[in-house]
């Protein structure tokens, strides 16, 4: 399954200011919080350390290592299983008052002027973490009830 990909953001509405890989900032930051909390794939374990390290901003790790798609292939089961919930978006879910990543990631960057002018770097993946954690966190706890 294919949660995103950073070549579905170039095209159409894409500011022309904005070098392509802005267009996989989102899916950088949401996937590197995957990785580093314990929910990526064993198949960029490898890479982990450079990333605790914080030697590579997010979207540039996600390129370099997930060919600009971030699919089901690149988390764990349980990794999975969170990402169908809360990474897709599903405007029917929003208006029922699930949540959603992308309104999350929104609303942790109000002063960008769009989703793809939030910066590739640590700052904006430590503003948008707490929130993830706790996401992921409410939703392993229905998971859990659920059962």
């Known amino acids: 399954m294919k949660y995103d990909d950073a070549a579905w953001h170039y095209g159409g509405d894409f500011p022309a200011d904005l070098p392509p890989a802005a267009g996989a900032t989102h899916i950088g930051l949401f996937a590197v919080w995957m990785q580093l909390n314990g929910h990526g794939s ?8 450079g990333l605790r390290r914080r030697a590579v901003n997010p979207a540039v790790w996600f390129l370099q290592n997930c060919d600009e798609k971030l699919t089901d292939a690149d988390l764990s089961e349980e990794g999975n299983r969170f990402a169908e919930r809360y990474y897709l978006h599903d405007e029917e879910r929003i208006e029922e008052g699930e949540p959603s990543y992308l309104v999350d990631y929104m609303g942790r960057f109000p002063d960008a002027d769009g989703a793809y002018s939030v910066a590739d770097d640590w700052d904006s993946y430590d503003r948008l973490a707490p929130i993830l954690t706790h996401r992921f966190a409410l939703w392993r706890g229905v998971e859990q009830s659920r059962g």
């Not at 064993?42 to 350390?49: I, P, R, W």
């Open 42 to 49: 064993a198949l960029h374990a490898d890479g982990l350390e």
